[in-house]
């Protein structure tokens, strides 16, 4: 079995462990691997490559540091170049299963990541650590700490780390990449990864945003024991946007909304049971006077937006599904290429 390169780029020294192959700025500036700028990101990552078995499409698994210096994984692909390339994230539900997580992704979208890399841009499949379910609202921003309690050098962390640290963390590594263009990072995420996105651009700017069916109870500040239930009391049932307003928290969420710069387009799906926390996001988002887009589609399928491939499947998506891809598509061309539409579409509402 052929060994996967492993490699580490990094601003500050690695000399004490270049000899198990970690890859230092000098290897890197002579062309080994990509061609990194090594000055353009403070912290240490490292790069496997790999390959999806079914296909032998190659890909880069990403060791991302975050806030409390863990490491979370993303799956890379990018054009042939050296770029600067835009970049779309793309991020579905949950953290959860490290990166067994990303090789599945890399699999199953890798249909969706085929027709980013034909139009330019470099892809990411993202994860992060799970989340504490319903802590949001009920802490602040993690902080790293000096150490006085032993004296060392050690950073403490203030309180838990939250997964949306993790992705801000994912996209402030994917602006720093040597082949991508900082202005031009765009982010895709369905369910809670569309939360994400969300929870991401209330702290830090980047170029777009599609959250996809997002799962924004938390951000909204809903009260979610007072939310209605199907037979089986697990599914919160929100279709309606009144009673999903009944139960938001609209100063708390209001007082987010406000911190966002990033254009977002917002996608929900008809027949959702989630269907009246998307449409009031929207509402409330556009009442603040952002730049912000509505779409909703009839489909059968939650993520139908990540045109997941079907198990052993031929990549076949829908018509619903070319659809949507060339709506967001349009919508990122525009904020991360500036190439604005000919033809301003009606999208469905």
């Known amino acids: ?13 690695v000399a004490p462990i270049a000899a198990l192959g970690v890859m230092t700025a000098a290897d890197a500036q002579q062309g080994t691997g990509y061609a990194p700028q090594i000055a353009q990101t403070d912290a240490p990552y490292v790069v496997v490559s790999k390959t999806i078995p079914q296909s032998g499409t190659s890909w880069d698994l990403h060791l991302v540091q975050t806030r409390d210096q863990i490491y979370v994984p993303m799956g890379i692909r ?8 835009p970049m779309i994230l793309i991020g579905s539900g949950e953290g959860r299963d490290g990166i067994t997580k990303i090789e599945s992704g890399m699999y199953l979208y890798e249909g969706l990541m085929d027709r980013l890399l ?11 650590r799970n989340e504490i379910p319903l802590i949001y609202n009920e802490i602040g921003r993690s902080e790293l700490l000096f150490d006085d309690i032993s004296g060392g050098s050690r950073a403490l962390r203030s309180i838990p780390t939250l997964d949306s640290e993790d992705y801000i963390s994912i996209v402030e590594h994917a ?24 929870k991401g651009s209330a702290l830090i700017d980047f170029g777009a945003g599609v959250p996809s069916e997002p799962a924004a109870h938390e951000y909204l500040a809903l009260d979610m024991t007072r939310a209605p239930r199907d037979e089986s009391g ?11 307003r009944s139960l938001a928290n609209k100063d708390r969420a209001m007082e987010r909304i406000r911190r966002i710069d990033t254009p977002l387009l917002i996608l929900g799906r008809d027949d959702d049971h989630l269907q009246g926390i998307f449409e009031l996001l929207y509402e409330w988002i556009d009442e603040a006077g952002k730049d912000v887009t509505y779409a909703s589609f009839e489909h059968p399928q939650h993520g139908y937006s990540l045109l997941r491939r079907s198990g052993d499947d031929p990549f076949e998506p829908d018509e619903i599904q070319e659809q949507v891809f060339e709506v967001y598509m349009a919508f990122f061309d525009e904020h991360l290429k500036g190439i604005r539409p000919e033809i301003t579409q009606v999208l469905p509402r």
């Open 1 to 13: 079995m052929k060994r996967p390169r492993i490699s580490m780029w990094t601003a500050v020294s």
């Open 78 to 85: 990018k054009p042939e170049g050296d770029g600067p390339f």
């Open 118 to 128: 034909d139009r330019g841009y470099a892809a990411a499949f993202v994860n992060y």
């Open 175 to 198: 602006k720093a990449l040597p082949f991508t263009d900082p202005n031009a990072i765009g982010s895709l995420g369905s369910s809670h990864s569309g939360e994400m996105i969300l």
């Open 234 to 244: 697990r599914e919160v049932q929100l279709q309606d946007i009144e009673v999903a």
